[in-house]
């Protein structure tokens, strides 16, 4: 049987692979919609499918709920494999030990603190009802104005708002972190006494991503290379079908996260996913860990990691190397 959070994993893969295609781009949005809705939902297709009623969903028109009913039925989607055919993707593998009721805890996360859209008593209890064992609290850092980052002298007061907001969710633990920006020459974006406290330090590339990929590698070489950094976050920076990603000796930069035990990072947000299936496989051969998170502007967005999970089996990632299946986050 086909359950809720596999058929939002195949609209997803669907909705990525017309994104590739410059024609079929509003209907990437659509399947991408109709994956959303039923991520956060968990409906019984089952039973909507046998009452005739799948097009009851948000977004679900017609078309959807033919790829719904071949899923239901055949325990596959014939277009979803035609698409795959079509842009000569690798095989899935067919044992992934990959089980989201076995996802502990996301590390990428953010609050009205930066650009959030919630609370971070809102998004505590968010990570708590989905059964999540920590949840990292990530703003950004001071770098890109426009999104409010935070300094020393914030992530102090913010510290204290964690306390208190710690004591208000039971069985849910509160890691404190940063997005810190890679600047142009690789430095981060806070100085080290700063990073050296946190519980997290996600390192991500937002600006200046057609540097020369000489130029952006070495960027990049330094800030995987930095002691505090655990994560580098959505490592291309890319937004498929609008943002072409960075370029950069991607084998030199993924040998040296495998050796340092710096994680990459799978941000299942639709718009990002980033790294690509393709490359994350690439990743996965040279030695790499990783993080699969949703990069969470508000607690309903915790239904981009189901919704994107379909990546790192695509990308044959096996579980023990990622870290969110992991009960504890070190």
Same mark, same amino acid.
């Given at each position: 049987?086909?359950?809720?959070?596999?058929?939002?994993?195949?609209?997803?893969?669907?909705?990525?692979?017309?994104?590739?295609?410059?024609?079929?781009?509003?209907?990437?949005?659509?399947?991408?919609?109709?994956?959303?809705?039923?991520?956060?939902?968990?409906?019984?297709?089952?039973?909507?499918?046998?009452?005739?009623?799948?097009?009851?969903?948000?977004?679900?028109?017609?078309?959807?709920?033919?790829?719904?009913?071949?899923?239901?039925?055949?325990?596959?989607?014939?277009?979803?494999?035609?698409?795959?055919?079509?842009?000569?993707?690798?095989?899935?593998?067919?044992?992934?030990?990959?089980?989201?009721?076995?996802?502990?805890?996301?590390?990428?996360?953010?609050?009205?603190?930066?650009?959030?859209?919630?609370?971070?008593?809102?998004?505590?209890?968010?990570?708590?009802?989905?059964?999540?064992?920590?949840?990292?609290?990530?703003?950004?850092?001071? #770098?890109?104005?426009?999104?409010?980052?935070? /300094? !020393?002298?914030?992530? =102090? &007061?913010?510290? +204290?708002?964690? %306390?208190?907001?710690?004591?208000?969710?039971?069985?849910?633990?509160?890691?404190?972190?940063?997005?810190?920006?890679?600047?142009?020459?690789?430095?981060?974006?806070?100085?080290?006494?700063?990073?050296?406290?946190?519980?997290?330090?996600?390192?991500?590339?937002?600006?200046?991503?057609?540097?020369?990929?000489?130029?952006?590698?070495?960027?990049?070489?330094?800030?995987?290379?930095?002691?505090?950094?655990?994560?580098?976050?959505?490592?291309?920076?890319?937004?498929?079908?609008? #943002?072409?990603?960075?370029?950069?000796?991607? /084998? !030199?930069?993924?040998? =040296? &996260?495998?050796? +340092?035990?710096? %994680?990459?990072?799978?941000?299942?947000?639709?718009?990002?996913?980033?790294?690509?299936?393709?490359?994350?496989?690439?990743?996965?051969?040279?030695?790499?860990?990783?993080?699969?998170?949703?990069?969470?502007?508000?607690?309903?967005?915790?239904?981009?990691?189901?919704?994107?999970?379909?990546?790192?089996?695509?990308?044959?990632?096996?579980?023990?190397?990622?870290?969110?299946?992991?009960?504890?986050?070190?």
């Amino acid at each position: 049987m086909v359950d809720a959070i596999a058929a939002a994993q195949a609209l997803s893969e669907i909705g990525y692979l017309l994104r590739q295609q410059e024609k079929e781009r509003f209907r990437a949005k659509a399947f991408s919609q109709a994956a959303w809705t039923i991520a956060l939902a968990r409906p019984d297709l089952d039973w909507l499918h046998r009452a005739g009623a799948l097009t009851s969903l948000e977004g679900v028109g017609e078309g959807i709920a033919r790829v719904l009913t071949d899923l239901m039925e055949h325990g596959e989607s014939r277009y979803l494999n035609r698409l795959r055919e079509q842009m000569k993707q690798p095989a899935m593998e067919d044992e992934s030990d990959l089980d989201f009721a076995e996802y502990q805890g996301d590390i990428h996360s953010h609050t009205t603190w930066s650009d959030g859209r919630a609370t971070m008593l809102e998004m505590a209890q968010g990570a708590q009802a989905l059964g999540y064992s920590y949840l990292g609290i990530t703003d950004h850092s001071p #770098r890109i104005t426009v999104v409010h980052g935070l /300094d !020393a002298e914030r992530l =102090v &007061a913010q510290s +204290r708002e964690m %306390a208190e907001v710690q004591r208000q969710v039971d069985g849910l633990t509160l890691l404190q972190g940063i997005e810190v920006d890679i600047l142009e020459d690789g430095a981060l974006d806070l100085p080290d006494a700063v990073l050296e406290i946190l519980d997290i330090v996600i390192a991500s590339p937002h600006v200046k991503l057609r540097q020369d990929p000489a130029a952006m590698t070495e960027r990049m070489l330094r800030a995987v290379s930095h002691p505090h950094v655990d994560v580098i976050g959505h490592p291309t920076g890319r937004r498929p079908g609008s #943002r072409e990603g960075a370029t950069y000796d991607f /084998d !030199a930069v993924f040998k =040296v &996260a495998a050796g +340092r035990g710096v %994680a990459l990072e799978i941000d299942c947000d639709p718009a990002r996913l980033d790294l690509s299936p393709e490359m994350a496989r690439r990743a996965c051969e040279l030695g790499c860990n990783f993080v699969v998170d949703a990069d969470a502007h508000a607690p309903a967005e915790f239904a981009y990691v189901p919704m994107g999970m379909w990546m790192a089996r695509r990308a044959g990632i096996p579980k023990e190397r990622i870290l969110n299946f992991r009960p504890a986050w070190d």
